[in-house]
């Protein structure tokens, strides 16, 4: 999941989270288990139109943020090609967008409130065993919340570097990236010690 919810609403907005995911999970597991390619190009369509359907907004939003899939498919898809499998390839590489886009479709249409809503019912049972139920839901969260905000640091990095340099920014843009991903990361734990952290510290 790589998308945090969309400002468009849509129906898919007032539907369970629980059923929403569920239906991802078999989603998934049904375009890992069929090898055909026709298949996979249909579900692709049929995912594309679900896109579609809300309007040209929320159509265009869901796909930029598919942009930094593209990368992945790409070398995929090459590799496959050079080795003599374009067909395997192109299987795996569909499939590969088409889940990803499920996954963005149910966030977009998802709150992360009740996103988390769900994972705490599913890990209920683990809290007998002293699992900190917290400290995962709070993992979790952060993941889904700053992966897009790192993409679009990482981006706007890029952008700096091409408006002072003619050459490619490559590897010399990853020092910089790491410094502002450690300080996001000071500045999230910083302000969940202010607010009581995460329950692991009295464990300790």
């Known amino acids: 999941m790589i998308s945090l919810t969309s400002p468009v609403k849509t129906r898919a907005h007032d539907w369970p989270s629980g059923a929403k995911l569920g239906a991802l999970c078999v989603a998934s597991v049904v375009l890992f288990m069929t090898p055909y390619l026709g298949f996979q190009l249909a579900a692709a369509a049929c995912v594309l139109t679900l896109y579609a359907l809300p309007g040209q907004i929320f159509l265009r939003h869901g796909l930029q943020r598919l942009r930094p899939l593209w990368f992945f498919v790409l070398v995929i898809f090459t590799w496959h090609l050079v080795t003599g499998e374009a067909l395997q390839g192109a299987m795996i590489a569909c499939r590969m967008l088409t889940a990803v886009a499920l996954a963005n479709l149910v966030t977009m249409t998802t ?73 996001d990361a000071d500045n999230v734990a910083q302000a969940l010690r202010a607010r009581g952290g995460t329950g692991m510290e009295r464990k300790q």
């Open 111 to 183: 709150t992360l409130a009740a996103m988390m809503g769900v994972m705490r019912a599913l890990l209920r049972p683990l809290a007998r065993f002293g699992v900190n139920l917290r400290a995962i839901e709070l993992a979790t969260a952060m993941v889904i919340r700053f992966t897009p905000v790192l993409t679009e640091k990482g981006a706007a990095l890029s952008m700096a570097w091409r408006a002072r340099a003619r050459r490619r920014p490559g590897w010399r843009v990853i020092v910089p990236f790491m410094v502002l991903a450690l300080d």
